[in-house]
């Protein structure tokens, strides 16, 4: 059973630009979730994908959009992005009878230059 | 403003002894608490949580205590091994359907050998 799996693992993209991550949750989750870590920081919430859409939203700006698809996998898109968007982004994933607790995925670390 | 806090940026510990992980939050209305580690370059494995109507729950090698009054949970670890050396995140998350983490910046575990 694969567990949260995102791609790409790794992207360098520049000041301005706009970047998509992709993530499928793990089997039988209908939930995803987004984080951003910033280096020694813990992970923080963007926002949350039930049902197709935005259940809730994390303190972050309209720049940091999301989407899911039918079959539960979702995307992350972060436009015009700043030097300060460079992070590990981490997807969540959890089953409609357990919310509480979220499993992980590797992340996508992403370097604006 | 930080609600969850962790103020051990690091911990070593000799391996066969026991480990004692801190966390502090401010927010009352918090009723569902969790541990996570995280290895480099992977996502962060949910060890254990505990809910706030419990003041302990126990999981193998694994305890996590919950004190609603001082606000404070800690995560107890017996013995130490040194594959436990990791990164250790508290989070916590909020009542009436809110099911979004909020993360502790996380204390470094080493077990020593």
């Known amino acids: 059973d694969a567990g949260v799996t995102q791609s790409p693992t790794h992207l360098i993209k520049t000041r301005g630009q706009q970047v998509t991550l992709r993530c499928s949750p793990k089997?039988?989750?209908?939930?995803v979730s987004w984080y951003q870590q910033a280096l020694g920081q813990g992970p923080q919430f963007i926002f949350q994908?039930?049902?197709?859409?935005?259940?809730q939203r994390g303190n972050f700006p309209d720049r940091f959009s999301g989407h899911q698809f039918p079959n539960y996998s979702s995307e992350l898109n972060v436009n015009a992005l700043l030097l300060g968007d460079s992070a590990l982004y981490l997807c969540?994933?959890?089953?409609?009878?357990?919310?509480?607790?979220?499993?992980f995925g590797p992340g996508t670390r992403l370097l604006v230059l | 403003d930080q609600q969850v806090k962790q103020n051990s940026p690091s911990l070593s510990v000799q391996e066969g002894r026991i480990s004692i992980l801190n966390c502090d939050y401010t927010?009352?209305?918090?009723?569902?608490f969790l541990w996570y580690k995280k290895y480099p370059a992977e996502g962060p494995t949910f060890l254990i949580s505990?809910?706030?109507?419990?003041d302990k729950n126990e999981d193998g090698r694994f305890t996590v205590f919950l004190n609603k009054s001082a606000k404070h949970l800690s995560l107890h670890i017996v013995p130490s091994q040194p594959g436990d050396s990791a990164v250790y995140f508290c989070?916590?998350?909020?009542?009436?359907?809110?099911?979004?983490?909020?993360f502790g910046t996380g204390t470094r575990l080493k077990v020593l050998a």
């Open positions: 969540a994933s959890s089953p409609l009878a357990n919310q509480e607790t979220q499993y």
């Open positions: 089997s039988g989750h209908d939930t």
């Open positions: 994908y039930y049902e197709e859409e935005e259940r």
């Open positions: 927010n009352s209305m918090f009723d569902y």
């Open positions: 505990i809910s706030s109507i419990k």
């Open positions: 989070a916590a998350s909020g009542a009436s359907g809110t099911y979004k983490y909020i």
